[in-house]
């Protein structure tokens, strides 16, 4: 189904926390965002209100932008036109994660329909379904997932335990984690040629190498809930805390800092944007899910948060760049952009 929609334009002022001097070495965090939302007709009529369920966003490599609604059961794509699609999966498909691989391919991760596919333009699914071990596949689904630099696409299995990857053709292969219960849940690309993941349970940041070997750091600080990850323009991967206001930063050594952002918002979603700088995106917490914002982190611990006037009742996952140097992030209804390189 396809429609167009309005769009909401709005520049948020910023309001700083934790300042630092050094900062003048990269991109400062600037006073004001021009943030456009694009609210999705219907989404907040949705079962008991909890809205469609928007969470995985990416850009697709022909200026697409593409997004998982998860209670519908619905991969969605916005046209540079401004007008969005909408494809229908089958029952309990459950779409989270949205990824581009190396083929260029729109991939996708389902939860509770325990498999990984991919996407055409046109609409047109190919899934392949992640083998089961044992009769509850509803805790088994992939989450997390992300392009390796070994032309495969790899993802977390959640409850499961494991970390998988698939080929172009579809060849699925799956490593167990060393950390019972870890909780694998994101996942991404880092400098150093590894696939870096965070383990919400285990309270762990983990490698796994193209080749199968898996290394964890524990988070060295009390009741952690590592939650999205990403790499930074300083070498370092970067991960929201869905228990803390603290965004935290590794060394592919394993050498930990931890940032605070202002209480009692956590993040949730985080993205290394063009500007050099952390974006995220924040919730109250993870059990009130409103009062959404949008934040960035400077590499030298630098935090701006900006404020979301017309949407005190949202919260925000996922954030992604795109190619064109700004940003895109799902909300509960609806989906938005931050313009950190406006058109000239």
Not at 240 to 262: L, M, Q, R
């Given at each position: 189904m396809a429609f167009a929609f309005s769009i909401a334009v709005m520049m948020l002022a910023a309001c700083g926390y934790g300042a630092n001097k050094s900062t003048a070495r990269h991109a400062r965090p600037p006073p004001k965002i021009v943030v456009r939302q694009f609210p999705v007709p219907g989404a907040r009529a949705v079962g008991d209100g909890s809205g469609a369920g928007f969470f995985g966003i990416a850009a697709g490599p022909d200026g697409t932008i593409w997004f998982a609604e998860q209670y519908t059961n619905k991969i969605a794509v916005l046209a540079r036109s401004g007008r969005i699609t909408e494809f229908a999966m089958g029952r309990d498909a459950g779409p989270l994660g949205i990824a581009v691989g190396a083929d260029r391919r729109i991939w996708f991760s389902e939860y509770t329909g325990n498999k990984v596919g991919t996407i055409t333009p046109r609409g047109v699914f190919k899934e392949y379904t992640i083998p089961i071990q044992r009769p509850d596949k509803y805790a088994i689904g992939s989450f997390g997932i992300t392009a390796g630099p070994d032309g495969k696409v790899w993802f977390t299995e959640l409850l499961r335990n494991r970390i998988g990857s698939i080929t172009r053709s579809g060849r699925l292969t799956e490593y167990a984690i060393p950390t019972h219960n870890g909780g694998p849940h994101a996942i991404t690309a880092g400098p150093d040629g590894n696939l870096w993941f965070t383990e919400q349970t285990g309270g762990k940041i983990g490698f796994i190498t193209p080749g199968g070997n898996i290394t964890e750091y524990p988070v060295p600080y009390e009741d952690s809930y590592p939650t999205d990850i990403a790499a930074g323009s300083d070498g370092r991967l970067w991960f929201?805390?869905?228990?803390?206001?603290?965004?935290?930063?590794?060394?592919?050594?394993?050498?930990?800092?931890?940032?605070?952002?202002?209480p009692p918002l956590v993040a949730y979603g985080i993205a290394s944007g063009s500007d050099r700088n952390l974006w995220f995106t924040t919730r109250m917490d993870l059990e009130d899910q409103t009062n959404h914002k949008i934040g960035v982190i400077t590499p030298y611990g630098d935090v701006r948060e900006y404020d979301f006037p017309t949407s005190r009742d949202e919260g925000g996952w996922d954030i992604n760049a795109s190619p064109d140097g700004n940003l895109w992030f799902t909300e509960d209804y609806a989906i938005g952009e931050i313009v950190l390189r406006p058109a000239r």
């Open positions: 929201t805390d869905g228990n803390h206001s603290i965004i935290g930063a590794v060394t592919p050594s394993g050498s930990f800092t931890k940032y605070e952002i202002p």
